[in-house]
């Protein structure tokens, strides 16, 4: 996307972690529109849980020095019923989260159902209709696979974010810099 007027775009990458498959997605966000950039998956073996971590890690680090995003967004942690589950999600956040610190970027937070609210108007919508709604925001020819759309959802609930919209993401996103969390 080009520069317009002076103003520089925002390029946003969106991450959806989880143990097994990380989703990611990328967008440009110059004025209002935001434009797709790119969107995947980063598949862990079925490997040791630290071996998987590294995967994560490792797959992030070439998504960000191919892209060069200029903010990242992620999910924020949720209670989940299985605990082992939530722990597992939690270390692959973690690895996550490290790799982003690590090329000095600044990290935002949101919930999964401030990402449903912003994308498809309705917090408890399901993985279908994020789905749908992306592909329509983005003008995508096809549906992206669920973790990739899920990624591509929060980096548009980051857009809109900073572009001041009034969504509950806007009031209670959390942002991480210079190792201090601010409001």
Request: with cysteine.
């Amino acid at each position: 996307m080009e520069e317009r007027q002076g103003v520089l775009p925002r390029r946003i990458l969106g991450i959806d972690p989880g143990s097994r498959i990380t989703g990611y997605g990328v967008i440009e966000l110059c004025g209002t529109q935001p434009a797709y950039v790119a969107s995947g998956c980063i598949r862990a073996s079925d490997t040791a849980l630290e071996q998987r971590l590294a995967q994560i890690y490792a797959g992030l680090a070439e998504v960000i020095g191919l892209h060069r995003p200029t903010e990242v967004s992620v999910e924020r942690v949720f209670m989940a019923k299985n605990a082992d589950s939530a722990l597992k999600l939690g270390q692959a956040r973690g690895a996550a989260l490290v790799c982003v610190a690590n090329h000095g970027l600044v990290i935002a937070e949101y919930a999964a159902r401030q990402i449903k609210q912003a994308v498809t108007g309705k917090g408890g919508a399901d993985k279908t209709q994020v789905q749908h709604m992306v592909t329509a925001i983005l003008k995508l020819s096809a549906t992206p696979q669920a973790d990739a759309a899920d990624a591509l959802a929060i980096a548009l609930t980051h857009a809109y974010a900073g572009q001041g919209f009034d969504t509950s993401a806007t009031r209670t996103a959390r942002r991480r810099t210079s190792g201090r969390w601010r409001l």
